[in-house]
């Protein structure tokens, strides 16, 4: 049994009085008792406002025999018992209970109250129907996200598409349980004709899962998709899904000023900035990783785009070392990329991240060509939530004696393309930040 003692205290359901509403009584004529888990006094209102996840702390204690085990369907209800949502436990995460839809909502959609599959094919439905508003998938573009987790309102559920394969990414324990149902939900739809499952291994751990239980693995196929009229070719066992397809607008934007210009793409994985900028007239492009792999997809997708490979190239070097040893050679570009990983992964490590963005971006200012460019990246969500990165940026300028008496200026603000919706109940949910800087 894997339920935690600290919050659990196992009392039979107690009989239907003022605590009824419309869940309640759905929950009632289910044969099998569903617990419910009772919220600390003042603790509500949060959730009821929206916010997908609760956390072990706001909870005061659990109802309903037997107790409930991972991934098992609860009743959530504020201090009178009265039930304000329902959701999927998990005993272990310090998420004990991700919402899937309010007591409000259950009144206007009844039959997927309670009911995980119909409301999985449901929100999946929804999250196609966004898609196909936002012009996507596209003869331009077949490479998108299809669910983006809480933005979704499916929490732990990532899945991008490419063509006609959909990559479901999965970060909850409830995700694994109805891995079956998932699939076949995403099989359902029209333009998908297959998928690959691919658990986040380190986060299942803490929400209970080992990596052995996890099961099927990667798979080593490659893909070709097209975004913005560029061609690549994605590896299933590359870095997260395979392909960011959360920069496609900030690369399109790459495109629209490249011509003529000296382009470096620093982090550039399967070059996705660089190709923007070559297929759009580029003088020259370099692109600069330390991932072998992606670099080999790179080159491949230089000639998958009939690029002229004189004019792109590709660099396998760390990005610090890159750039220490163009600028002490005065190298010059009009546009610098730099997207680097997720430096804070967690926002205790805020701090010692914001140093290392402060070196990277420093560096890639001093390699910005007067009046030229610099698109800056964080895909740390610690980053990006404590509006810290400008700061940060300016510190870059500030802090370097070789930048003396040279000033930025924000040009454009950008995020996570727009099939990467947010909920604004869950600002946890906005992990990206790009910005355009002029480097004067
Ligand atoms: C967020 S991804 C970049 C995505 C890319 N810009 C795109 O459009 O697809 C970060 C990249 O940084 C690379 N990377 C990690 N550490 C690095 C380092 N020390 N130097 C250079 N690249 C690094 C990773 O291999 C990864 O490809």
């Given at each position: 049994?894997?339920?935690?003692?600290?919050?659990?205290?196992?009392?039979?359901?107690?009989?239907l009085s003022?605590?009824?509403?419309?869940?309640?009584?759905?929950?009632?004529?289910?044969?099998?008792?569903?617990?419910?888990?009772?919220l600390?006094?003042?603790?509500?209102?949060?959730?009821?406002?929206?916010?997908?996840?609760v956390?072990s702390?706001?909870?005061?204690?659990?109802?309903?025999?037997?107790?409930?085990?991972?991934?098992d369907?609860?009743?959530?209800?504020?201090?009178?018992?009265k039930?304000?949502?329902?959701?999927?436990?998990?005993?272990?995460?310090?998420?004990?209970?991700?919402?899937?839809?309010?007591?409000e909502?259950?009144?206007?959609?009844?039959?997927?109250?309670?009911?995980?599959?119909?409301?999985?094919e449901t929100?999946i439905?929804?999250?196609m129907?966004?898609?196909?508003?936002?012009?996507?998938?596209?003869?331009?573009?077949?490479?998108?996200?299809?669910?983006?987790?809480?933005?979704?309102?499916?929490?732990?559920?990532?899945?991008?598409?490419?063509?006609?394969?959909?990559?479901?990414?999965?970060?909850?324990?409830?995700?694994?349980?109805?891995?079956?149902?998932i699939?076949?939900?995403?099989?359902?739809?029209?333009?998908?004709?297959?998928?690959?499952?691919?658990?986040?291994?380190e986060?299942l751990?803490?929400?209970?899962?080992?990596?052995g239980?996890?099961?099927?693995?990667?798979?080593?196929?490659?893909?070709?998709?097209?975004?913005?009229?560029?061609?690549?070719?994605?590896?299933?066992?590359?870095?997260?899904?395979?392909?960011?397809?959360?920069?496609?607008?900030?690369?399109?934007?790459i495109?629209?000023?490249?011509?003529?210009?000296?382009?470096?793409?620093?982090?550039?994985?399967?070059?996705?900035?660089?190709?923007?900028?070559a297929?759009?007239?580029?003088?020259?492009?370099?692109?600069?990783?330390?991932?072998?792999?992606?670099l080999?997809?790179?080159?491949?997708?230089v000639?998958?785009?009939n690029?002229?490979?004189?004019?792109?190239?590709?660099?396998?070097?760390?990005?610090?070392?890159?750039m220490?040893?163009a600028?002490?050679?005065?190298?010059?570009?009009?546009?610098?990329?730099?997207?680097?990983?997720k430096?804070?992964?967690?926002?205790?490590?805020?701090?010692?991240?914001?140093?290392?963005?402060?070196?990277?971006?420093?560096?890639?200012?001093?390699?910005?060509?007067?009046?030229?460019?610099?698109?800056?990246?964080?895909?740390s969500?610690?980053?990006?939530?404590?509006?810290q990165?400008?700061?940060?940026?300016?510190a870059?300028l500030?802090?370097?004696a070789?930048?003396?008496?040279r000033?930025?200026?924000?040009?454009?603000?950008?995020?996570?393309?727009?099939?990467?919706p947010?909920?604004?109940?869950?600002?946890?949910?906005?992990?990206?930040?790009?910005?355009l800087?002029?480097?004067?």
């Amino acid at each position: 049994m894997l339920v935690s003692s600290r919050l659990t205290r196992c009392l039979a359901l107690p009989p239907l009085s003022t605590t009824s509403t419309a869940l309640q009584d759905i929950a009632s004529n289910q044969a099998k008792g569903v617990a419910k888990v009772i919220l600390k006094k003042g603790k509500t209102q949060l959730f009821r406002d929206g916010s997908p996840m609760v956390y072990s702390g706001a909870v005061d204690r659990i109802i309903g025999r037997p107790p409930p085990k991972t991934g098992d369907m609860v009743l959530v209800a504020d201090g009178t018992e009265k039930p304000i949502a329902w959701g999927l436990y998990n005993s272990s995460s310090m998420f004990c209970v991700r919402l899937m839809q309010l007591d409000e909502e259950v009144s206007g959609d009844p039959c997927c109250a309670l009911n995980m599959e119909k409301l999985l094919e449901t929100r999946i439905d929804a999250a196609m129907r966004l898609r196909n508003n936002l012009g996507l998938p596209s003869a331009n573009t077949n490479a998108y996200r299809l669910v983006n987790s809480e933005g979704d309102r499916l929490s732990g559920l990532i899945i991008d598409v490419f063509g006609d394969l959909a990559v479901i990414a999965s970060s909850a324990a409830w995700v694994e349980r109805y891995k079956e149902h998932i699939k076949k939900c995403v099989r359902g739809l029209e333009v998908i004709k297959s998928v690959v499952w691919r658990p986040s291994t380190e986060i299942l751990k803490e929400e209970g899962l080992d990596v052995g239980d996890v099961g099927e693995q990667e798979s080593s196929e490659r893909v070709k998709v097209v975004e913005n009229g560029i061609s690549y070719m994605i590896s299933l066992d590359g870095q997260k899904t395979g392909f960011y397809a959360d920069q496609r607008e900030n690369r399109e934007f790459i495109s629209t000023i490249s011509d003529g210009q000296r382009v470096l793409d620093m982090c550039c994985y399967t070059g996705g900035f660089a190709l923007n900028a070559a297929c759009c007239h580029a003088l020259d492009v370099t692109g600069v990783d330390t991932s072998s792999p992606a670099l080999e997809l790179a080159k491949q997708n230089v000639l998958l785009n009939n690029l002229d490979p004189g004019k792109i190239s590709f660099i396998k070097q760390d990005a610090t070392l890159f750039m220490k040893n163009a600028a002490s050679k005065n190298e010059l570009w009009d546009i610098v990329i730099m997207d680097p990983p997720k430096l804070a992964p967690r926002r205790k490590v805020l701090q010692s991240a914001s140093g290392m963005y402060r070196n990277l971006n420093s560096l890639a200012m001093r390699l910005t060509k007067r009046g030229g460019f610099l698109m800056t990246c964080s895909c740390s969500g610690a980053m990006t939530q404590s509006g810290q990165f400008l700061a940060v940026l300016q510190a870059s300028l500030l802090g370097a004696a070789s930048m003396a008496g040279r000033k930025i200026t924000i040009v454009r603000q950008g995020g996570a393309a727009c099939d990467h919706p947010i909920d604004p109940s869950y600002p946890e949910g906005a992990y990206l930040t790009n910005i355009l800087l002029r480097v004067i």
